[in-house]
């Protein structure tokens, strides 16, 4: 177990310097070729992200978790695509690891079903989630365990 843990710590931190050495590169990351909208279709663009996306972020999620006083320590970005999520950090000191996912992924799918998915590129290590609030999925790291505290305050996050 203790391999595992050490083996997904050290994946994240090579993901995190491949994707820190990959926005130096100068070379553009994004799969859209589409030109940019102009100033007044970029307002438009965003209006209707937003009224699409119709709820919280995940930093609306992280300073509400804050504002509980559930979350301590230093926040660290997660390579959240090596587990299918959009995005993610990570609070050490809490034990805590917070993604967004897609909700019509399959890894979302999964995890919902309360089974655990591969860490890509790492064959035979998995992860599952602790709690699961809409699009978040809360998952202890490898650190320890999750408080009571913070998996109530997750899943009373609206």
Known sequence: ?????????LTVAMGITLMACEGNSGTST??????????????EVSEDTSEQAGGPTID???????????????????????????SGFKYADSNAEIYE?????????????GEAI???GMSGYTVSSTAINGKFVLMASSSGEISQELIDAFNSFK
């Open 1 to 9: 177990m203790k391999k595992k843990l050490a083996t997904f710590l």
């Open 30 to 43: 994004s799969s859209d070729s589409s030109p940019e909208p102009t100033q007044s279709e970029s307002n």
């Open 60 to 86: 609306d999620l992280e300073s509400y978790l804050l504002d509980k006083g559930v979350l301590s320590g230093e926040k660290t970005q997660t390579s959240a695509e090596m587990i299918g999520a959009i």
């Open 101 to 113: 996912y897609d909700e019509n992924s399959d890894d979302y799918k999964t995890l919902s079903d």
């Open 118 to 120: 591969e860490i890509e």
